[in-house]
T-cell receptor, first 113, second 115 residues
Framework: KNQVEQSPQSLIILEGKNCTLQ??????????LRWYKQDTGRGPVSLTI?????NTKSNGRYTATLDADTKQSSLHITASQLSDSASYIC????????????FGTGTRLTVIP | DGGITQSPKYLFRKEGQNVTLSCEQN?????MYWYRQDPGQGLRLIYY???????QKGDIAEGYSVSREKKESFPLTVTSAQKNPTAFYLC??????????????FGDGTRLSIL
């Protein structure tokens, strides 16, 4: 069964600290993995997309890693800011199937001053 | 600026009433999607459209209907047959169906509640 699991469910960190969010998946055959940021009451915004051959991709203070062998990804946030408070959603795309996107339930990050 | 506009931001439905959620995009994207987001769950696909005048059921289409008469518009109707319609509804688009490495662009959602 194709699944995407994220951990932790929620996380609270102090402003300026780093944090890492985890995503494990069982989606096969794998096409790509995406991380989205969703502010409260808003739609998700794409942060990164990684294909099978990519193991690291950065977008400013956000760095995503992918280990296609262990089917794990992480999103590392450096020097957190209050504006990083949001839900972060991992989405894995399969190569086949009419509905080929599988969504994680997200990690709710709160950055406090 | 190009993007996806969903309206209204908040919507209330009475028992037995149909309501329609609007989704408009000016990105010139062929593919459009409707998702439902509930607390503690991942996004679930309701309907998708690969191209104008075409649409397909997603995983949870029961109680919903859509139309795609224009490329830029993909309205979703929540019918009285949908027994648990309270949720956050997200519309999305992508350049082309079947382009896996292209991101989906999302609107800012409509929150539907039952009176």
């Amino acid at each position: 069964k194709n699944q995407v699991e994220q951990s932790p469910q929620s996380l609270i960190i102090l402003e300026g600290k780093n944090c890492t969010l985890q995503c494990n998946y069982t989606v096969s055959p794998f096409s790509n993995l995406r991380w989205y940021k969703q502010d409260t009451g808003r739609g998700p915004v794409s942060l990164t997309i990684m294909t099978f051959s990519e193991n690291t991709k950065s977008n400013g203070r956000y760095t995503a890693t992918l280990d296609a062998d262990t089917k794990q990804s992480s999103l590392h946030i450096t020097a957190s800011q209050l504006s990083d408070s949001a839900s972060y959603i991992c989405v894995v795309s399969a190569l086949t199937g009419a509905n080929n996107l599988f969504f994680g339930t997200g990690t709710r990050l709160t950055v406090i001053p | 600026d190009g993007g996806i506009t969903q309206s209204p931001k908040y919507l209330f439905r009475k028992e037995g009433q149909n309501v329609t959620l609007s989704c408009e995009q000016n990105l010139n994207h062929d593919a459009m999607y409707w998702y439902r987001q509930d607390p503690g769950q991942g996004l679930r696909l309701i309907y998708y459209s690969q191209i104008v005048n075409d649409f397909q059921k997603g995983d949870i289409a029961e109680g919903y209907s859509v139309s795609r008469e224009k490329k830029e518009s993909f309205p979703l109707t929540v019918t009285s047959a949908q027994k648990n319609p309270t949720a956050f509804y997200l519309c999305a688009s992508s350049i082309e169906w079947g382009q896996p490495n292209q991101p989906q662009h999302f609107g800012d959602g409509t929150r539907l509640s039952i009176l």
